[in-house]
């Protein structure tokens, strides 16, 4: 399944499940993250991700790991510019561990949140009930995000934030999106693709 949408600001991006053979332009996204935006994804420095973490994030199977990439289509090489994944948790099948991670030119354009629509709607289909979430308490935009959807803070550390996201209350709050204009056709879509 692909979604052909568009970002806010009109720049065209199809989202489309992430495959084995991504390994390059995944490897070129995260390059293309800050210093800070990988440290608040990975929460690590590094410049990549060990090869195991990698290995990881490829091994999507559509059922225990859901992930979906979104690519800029009116550019040649079609960069992709950001992913999400859910990972089913082993002792609660009906929840998954989501993150999201967005090329840092495009934030604040709306593609996190078409990513996290396109994740849900498919999670629903799988069975996934709940998602939960580890963010770095001094990661605010993704806070923002998690609590737009529903999110609850269920646990707190020093270290890191956790939060659980009910999937039908976070796909209701999606839908009823007048702000993200791409919106709109992910969930038709969807719909038109059952």
């Given at each position: 399944m692909i979604f052909e949408t568009h970002l806010n600001?009109?720049?065209?991006?199809?989202?489309?499940?992430?495959?084995?053979?991504?390994?390059?332009?995944?490897?070129?996204?995260?390059?293309?993250?800050?210093?800070?935006?990988?440290?608040?994804r990975f929460f690590s420095g590094l410049t990549q991700?060990?090869?195991?973490?990698?290995?990881?994030?490829?091994?999507?199977?559509?059922?225990?790991?859901?992930?979906w990439g979104a690519i800029r289509t009116d550019i040649n090489?079609?960069?992709?510019?950001?992913?999400v994944h859910a990972f089913r948790e082993e002792d609660d099948h009906r929840t998954a561990q989501f993150s999201v991670a967005v090329i840092d030119e495009y934030h604040?354009?709306?593609?996190?949140?078409?990513?996290?629509?396109?994740?849900?709607l498919d999670c629903k289909r799988e069975g996934f009930e709940n998602l939960l979430v580890h963010i770095l308490p001094e990661n605010r935009p993704a806070i923002a995000l998690t609590r737009s959807l529903g999110g609850t803070r269920s646990e707190q550390?020093?270290?890191?934030?956790?939060?659980?996201?009910?999937?039908?209350g976070a796909l209701a709050s999606l839908a009823a999106e007048s702000d993200v204009p791409g919106m709109a056709a992910i969930f038709a879509q969807f719909a038109a693709s059952r």
């Open positions: 600001d009109g720049t065209p991006v199809c989202i489309r499940g992430v495959r084995p053979d991504d390994e390059k332009r995944l490897r070129e996204g995260i390059a293309r993250l800050s210093p800070v935006s990988r440290y608040l991700p060990p090869q195991r973490v990698i290995d990881d994030l490829l091994d999507v199977d559509g059922h225990d790991h859901i992930a090489d079609q960069p992709a510019i950001g992913v604040g354009r709306g593609l996190a949140r078409l990513l996290t629509a396109v994740l849900l550390t020093r270290d890191v934030a956790e939060f659980d996201i009910e999937i039908d």
